[in-house]
């Protein structure tokens, strides 16, 4: 049964974490995120974890939607969103978790595995590009293009005001996808409720200010078995994105999903299931 609780993890800081499969000897997979998304965007992976074996903590992080959210664009820097992976896990009652991350919250997992090595078992990424490689990228006019509102995002106020309008979410969500028929009204109504929480519109946007003001140097090779899940009709990350990942990632496995958009576990939840469930090898079915 999913519980919704609040998780401290610092004296100032706590989390808003939908939570299932608790019990003894339960290995923990922790699910993070994108943006303009919460723990919700997961509702499809919760369920056949739990069903597999696993104990599962899918966070609202920082400043989403009803988890506490910190003033001032530094309390973003993406090293205090990898402490918070790590005292999650630890408040969990775990040394540490199968971490999956999908768009800001596969960024915030590729630090995790590179920073907090010892707090991964295996790393699973969905559409979100190792930051040494999007640097890379970002450098190049194609990957620049896709990635214009982030240019607009460092601007104060206009960018609050653009991503709280319901036809602004519609299009990021639904348009976007391949198939926007899984992204029913009510769909939308929970990431609108999420996103217009007092204060959470601006701290998102603070993910992508803090990243540009604040960059986290020193992500380079991750030696944990690493699954990369990438929809190829992704319209904000290029595929180029991928290119070179095998010299940063020694023990990789990279999972190609034709028509599917960046919302790859919701465009195409039973793919991106089976492929979790494959790679995580359901303790269900041990021994």
């Not at 919700?40 to 056949?48: A, T």
């Not at 920082?62 to 309390?75: C, E």
């Not at 590729?110 to 010892?118: D, G, M, S, V, Y």
């Amino acid at each position: 049964m999913l519980e919704h609780r609040f998780v401290q993890i610092r004296p100032d800081l706590k989390l808003h974490v939908a939570h299932a499969g608790q019990g003894a000897g339960r290995p923990l997979v922790v699910l993070l995120h994108g943006f303009p998304e919460c723990w919700y965007s997961w509702r499809h992976q919760v369920g056949p974890l739990v069903e597999a074996g696993f104990e599962v903590a899918a966070p609202d992080m920082r400043g989403y939607n009803t988890s506490d959210k910190p003033r001032g664009v530094a309390s973003y820097e993406t090293r205090l969103l990898v402490e918070d992976v790590k005292l999650l896990v630890q408040a969990l009652g775990h040394g540490s978790a199968h971490l999956v991350g999908h768009d800001w919250g596969g960024a915030v997992a590729w630090c995790t595995a590179a920073l907090e090595p010892a707090r991964v078992q295996r790393l699973v990424i969905l559409n979100a590009p190792h930051p040494r490689i999007f640097a890379r990228e970002l450098r190049r006019p194609r990957q620049m293009l896709r990635s214009w509102y982030m240019a607009l995002f460092q601007l104060p106020a206009l960018p609050e005001r653009l991503v709280t309008r319901p036809w602004v979410l519609k299009r990021l969500m639904r348009g976007a996808a391949v198939h926007p028929e899984r992204f029913t009204d009510a769909d939308l109504e929970e990431y609108q409720r999420a996103l217009q929480q007092p204060g959470a519109a601006t701290a998102a946007l603070h993910y992508y200010r803090a990243a540009a003001r604040h960059p986290l140097k020193g992500v380079r090779v991750i030696e944990r078995p690493t699954l990369v899940l990438w929809g190829e009709q992704d319209t904000a990350l290029g595929p180029n994105n991928l290119e070179g990942l095998d010299t940063l990632v020694p023990d990789l496995r990279i999972e190609r999903i034709p028509d599917t958009g960046h919302c790859v576990q919701q465009d195409a939840p039973e793919t991106v299931t089976r492929h979790l469930l494959d790679f995580l090898g359901a303790p269900a079915n041990r021994g």
